[in-house]
């Protein structure tokens, strides 16, 4: 099978590999039909690691991924060979304290597609992976839908730190992917005003059409002053989705005794500093999300409902034999990128 792996830091290779073969009764092979570019993956492709956890070249990155099922263990009841489905690329033991306890997210022995140390990821024609971790897409839904269903999820589980019927005025810090997927997600929950900010105007009209109440662009405005104009007693909560040291600020700045800062963008650095005597005035909350957890059915159910302009967050298309070009624009933010998709079959 052909499998496009990172060699080094801005460069790709592609590898021609055995495929990968079933040996648990509950494993599914998996022939990978679309697979999204995360900002994740654009840390392990510029830096090589994210944290501690350091790729060693050559690896295959990727995770979030649709596909069809090509061959299932002799014990798998879930999915079917010629199924389509989605994909949670985190894999728990079902054994820890954390999942005894339903944090299946933070596992002791969690394994993530495409995560040095871990597993392989998914740039690659097939994969394996447990049948617990396949979600049968609906006929309804298409491959770039399944891809989306990873970091709708992702929004959807940040969401629920939320308390609707209080918290009704919230900001998102980062209109990327993820930003707006946590925008869909309120707006469905009834959160009464958003504001939301980011540094790429395009993504500030596509905020502006999935239903943003206000927009600002930190770069050309004082988002502090701007939005203390229109809520002078701050905000219920605030959404940090994209990584930035200054978003993180200007969260605690935003919010109102009290609030909520829910931090789900990955920053560059390892180390993040507050002013506590800001956090300890307000009485702030910080909540660290880790991915998602248990909220893969409700992203699928979330896309039946056809919330969600599919081809506003979807602005790009690539061959798999022109992924590498593909990860130079995400990372350049060029072409008003949001989410740019890789096909390694032809399907919808």
Same mark, same amino acid.
């Given at each position: 099978?052909?499998?496009?792996?990172?060699?080094?830091? $801005? =460069?790709?290779?592609?590898?021609?590999?055995?495929?990968?073969?079933? =040996?648990?009764?509950?494993?599914?092979?998996v022939?990978v039909?679309?697979?999204?570019?995360?900002?994740?993956?654009?840390?392990?492709?510029?830096?090589?690691?994210?944290?501690?956890?350091?790729?060693?070249?050559?690896?295959?990155?990727?995770?979030?991924?649709?596909?069809?099922?090509?061959?299932?263990?002799?014990?798998?009841?879930?999915?079917?060979?010629?199924?389509?489905?989605?994909?949670?690329?985190?894999?728990?033991?079902? =054994?820890c304290?954390?999942? $005894?306890?339903?944090?299946y997210?933070?596992c002791?022995?969690?394994?993530?597609?495409?995560?040095?140390g871990e597993?392989?990821g998914?740039?690659?024609?097939?994969?394996?992976?447990?049948e617990?971790?396949c979600?049968k897409?609906p006929?309804?839904?298409?491959?770039?839908?399944?891809?989306?269903?990873?970091?709708?999820?992702?929004?959807?589980?940040?969401?629920?730190?939320?308390?609707?019927k209080k918290?009704?005025?919230?900001?998102?810090?980062?209109?990327?992917?993820?930003?707006?997927?946590?925008?869909? $997600?309120?707006?469905?929950?009834?959160?009464?005003?958003?504001?939301?900010?980011?540094?790429?105007?395009?993504?500030?009209?596509?905020?502006?059409?999935?239903?943003?109440?206000?927009?600002?662009?930190?770069?050309?405005?004082?988002?502090?002053?701007?939005?203390?104009?229109?809520?002078?007693?701050?905000?219920?909560?605030?959404?940090?989705?994209?990584?930035?040291?200054?978003?993180i600020?200007?969260?605690?700045?935003?919010?109102?005794?009290?609030?909520?800062?829910?931090?789900?963008?990955?920053?560059?650095?390892?180390?993040?500093?507050f002013?506590?005597?800001?956090?300890?005035?307000?009485?702030?909350?910080?909540?660290n999300?880790?991915?998602?957890?248990?909220?893969?059915?409700?992203?699928?159910?979330?896309?039946l409902?056809?919330?969600?302009?599919?081809?506003?967050?979807?602005?790009?298309?690539? =061959?798999?034999?022109?992924?590498?070009?593909?990860?130079?624009i995400?990372e350049?933010?060029?072409?008003?990128?949001?989410k740019?998709?890789?096909?390694?079959?032809?399907?919808?």
């Amino acid at each position: 099978m052909k499998s496009l792996v990172l060699a080094g830091i $801005r =460069k790709f290779e592609f590898l021609e590999k055995s495929p990968p073969e079933i =040996k648990g009764e509950k494993d599914v092979l998996v022939r990978v039909a679309k697979v999204g570019i995360c900002g994740s993956d654009i840390h392990y492709y510029t830096r090589g690691r994210i944290g501690d956890q350091v790729i060693e070249f050559p690896f295959t990155i990727g995770h979030e991924c649709s596909g069809i099922v090509e061959k299932v263990g002799k014990s798998v009841t879930k999915v079917s060979p010629g199924d389509w489905v989605a994909i949670d690329p985190a894999i728990s033991c079902g =054994k820890c304290d954390q999942c $005894r306890d339903g944090r299946y997210n933070t596992c002791r022995n969690l394994k993530f597609l495409g995560c040095p140390g871990e597993l392989e990821g998914c740039l690659s024609e097939f994969i394996v992976i447990p049948e617990e971790n396949c979600y049968k897409l609906p006929f309804t839904l298409n491959f770039i839908e399944g891809v989306l269903v990873e970091p709708l999820s992702i929004g959807i589980y940040a969401t629920q730190f939320l308390n609707p019927k209080k918290e009704k005025i919230i900001g998102i810090l980062g209109s990327g992917p993820i930003g707006l997927c946590v925008l869909l $997600r309120a707006k469905e929950i009834g959160i009464e005003r958003i504001f939301m900010t980011d540094k790429i105007d395009e993504r500030l009209f596509v905020a502006r059409n999935l239903g943003a109440d206000w927009t600002g662009n930190p770069d050309e405005i004082d988002i502090i002053e701007e939005v203390g104009k229109i809520e002078s007693g701050g905000l219920d909560a605030v959404f940090e989705c994209c990584g930035e040291i200054e978003a993180i600020k200007e969260g605690v700045e935003l919010l109102k005794p009290g609030g909520k800062l829910i931090i789900i963008g990955i920053p560059e650095v390892e180390i993040i500093s507050f002013d506590i005597n800001k956090l300890r005035r307000k009485e702030l909350t910080i909540f660290n999300v880790r991915r998602q957890n248990n909220c893969v059915e409700k992203a699928i159910n979330f896309l039946l409902r056809k919330r969600i302009n599919i081809d506003l967050i979807v602005t790009h298309n690539f =061959k798999f034999e022109d992924a590498p070009m593909a990860f130079e624009i995400v990372e350049k933010y060029q072409n008003g990128v949001i989410k740019a998709i890789i096909s390694l079959l032809d399907f919808k």
